[in-house]
């Protein structure tokens, strides 16, 4: 009964900004990992950014210093915050969430779709 759905895609301008949500209902348990990643058309999907319970934080060289990943743990919900997008930032983004103790462990939301263009 586990699902996640990812909500905030849509097209934006470059240098624009958009915020992605993630929201997870079922048993899911606290101290799994939360991330985005993101696949782009003919690419591989490639992660974006994670965060564990306690608030560490992961992010993608190509990423960093311009996307924050947070989680709200009472509401089940990471958020993916995107500033100063770029054209290459256009992809279909999934959330994620893992248990880290089991490698095979893990739920994937539909994808939202983002796109950066002119």
């Known amino acids: 009964q586990v699902q996640l759905v990812e909500s905030g895609g849509g097209l934006v301008q470059p240098g624009g900004s958009l915020r992605l949500s993630c929201v997870v209902s079922?048993?899911?348990?606290?101290?799994?990992?939360m991330g985005w990643y993101r696949q782009a058309p003919g690419k591989q999907r490639e992660l974006v950014a994670t965060?564990?319970?306690?608030?560490?934080?992961n992010y993608a060289d190509s990423v960093k210093g311009r996307f924050t990943i947070s989680r709200d743990n009472l509401k089940n919900t990471a958020y993916l915050q995107m500033n100063s997008l770029k054209p290459e930032d256009t992809a279909v983004y999934y959330c994620?969430?893992?248990?880290?103790?089991?490698?095979?462990?893990?739920?994937w939301g539909q994808g939202t779709q983002v796109t950066v263009s002119s």
């Open positions: 965060i564990t319970t306690r608030g560490t934080t």
């Open positions: 994620n969430v893992k248990n880290p103790l089991a490698a095979n462990n893990d739920y």
């Open positions: 079922g048993s899911i348990f606290s101290f799994y990992t």
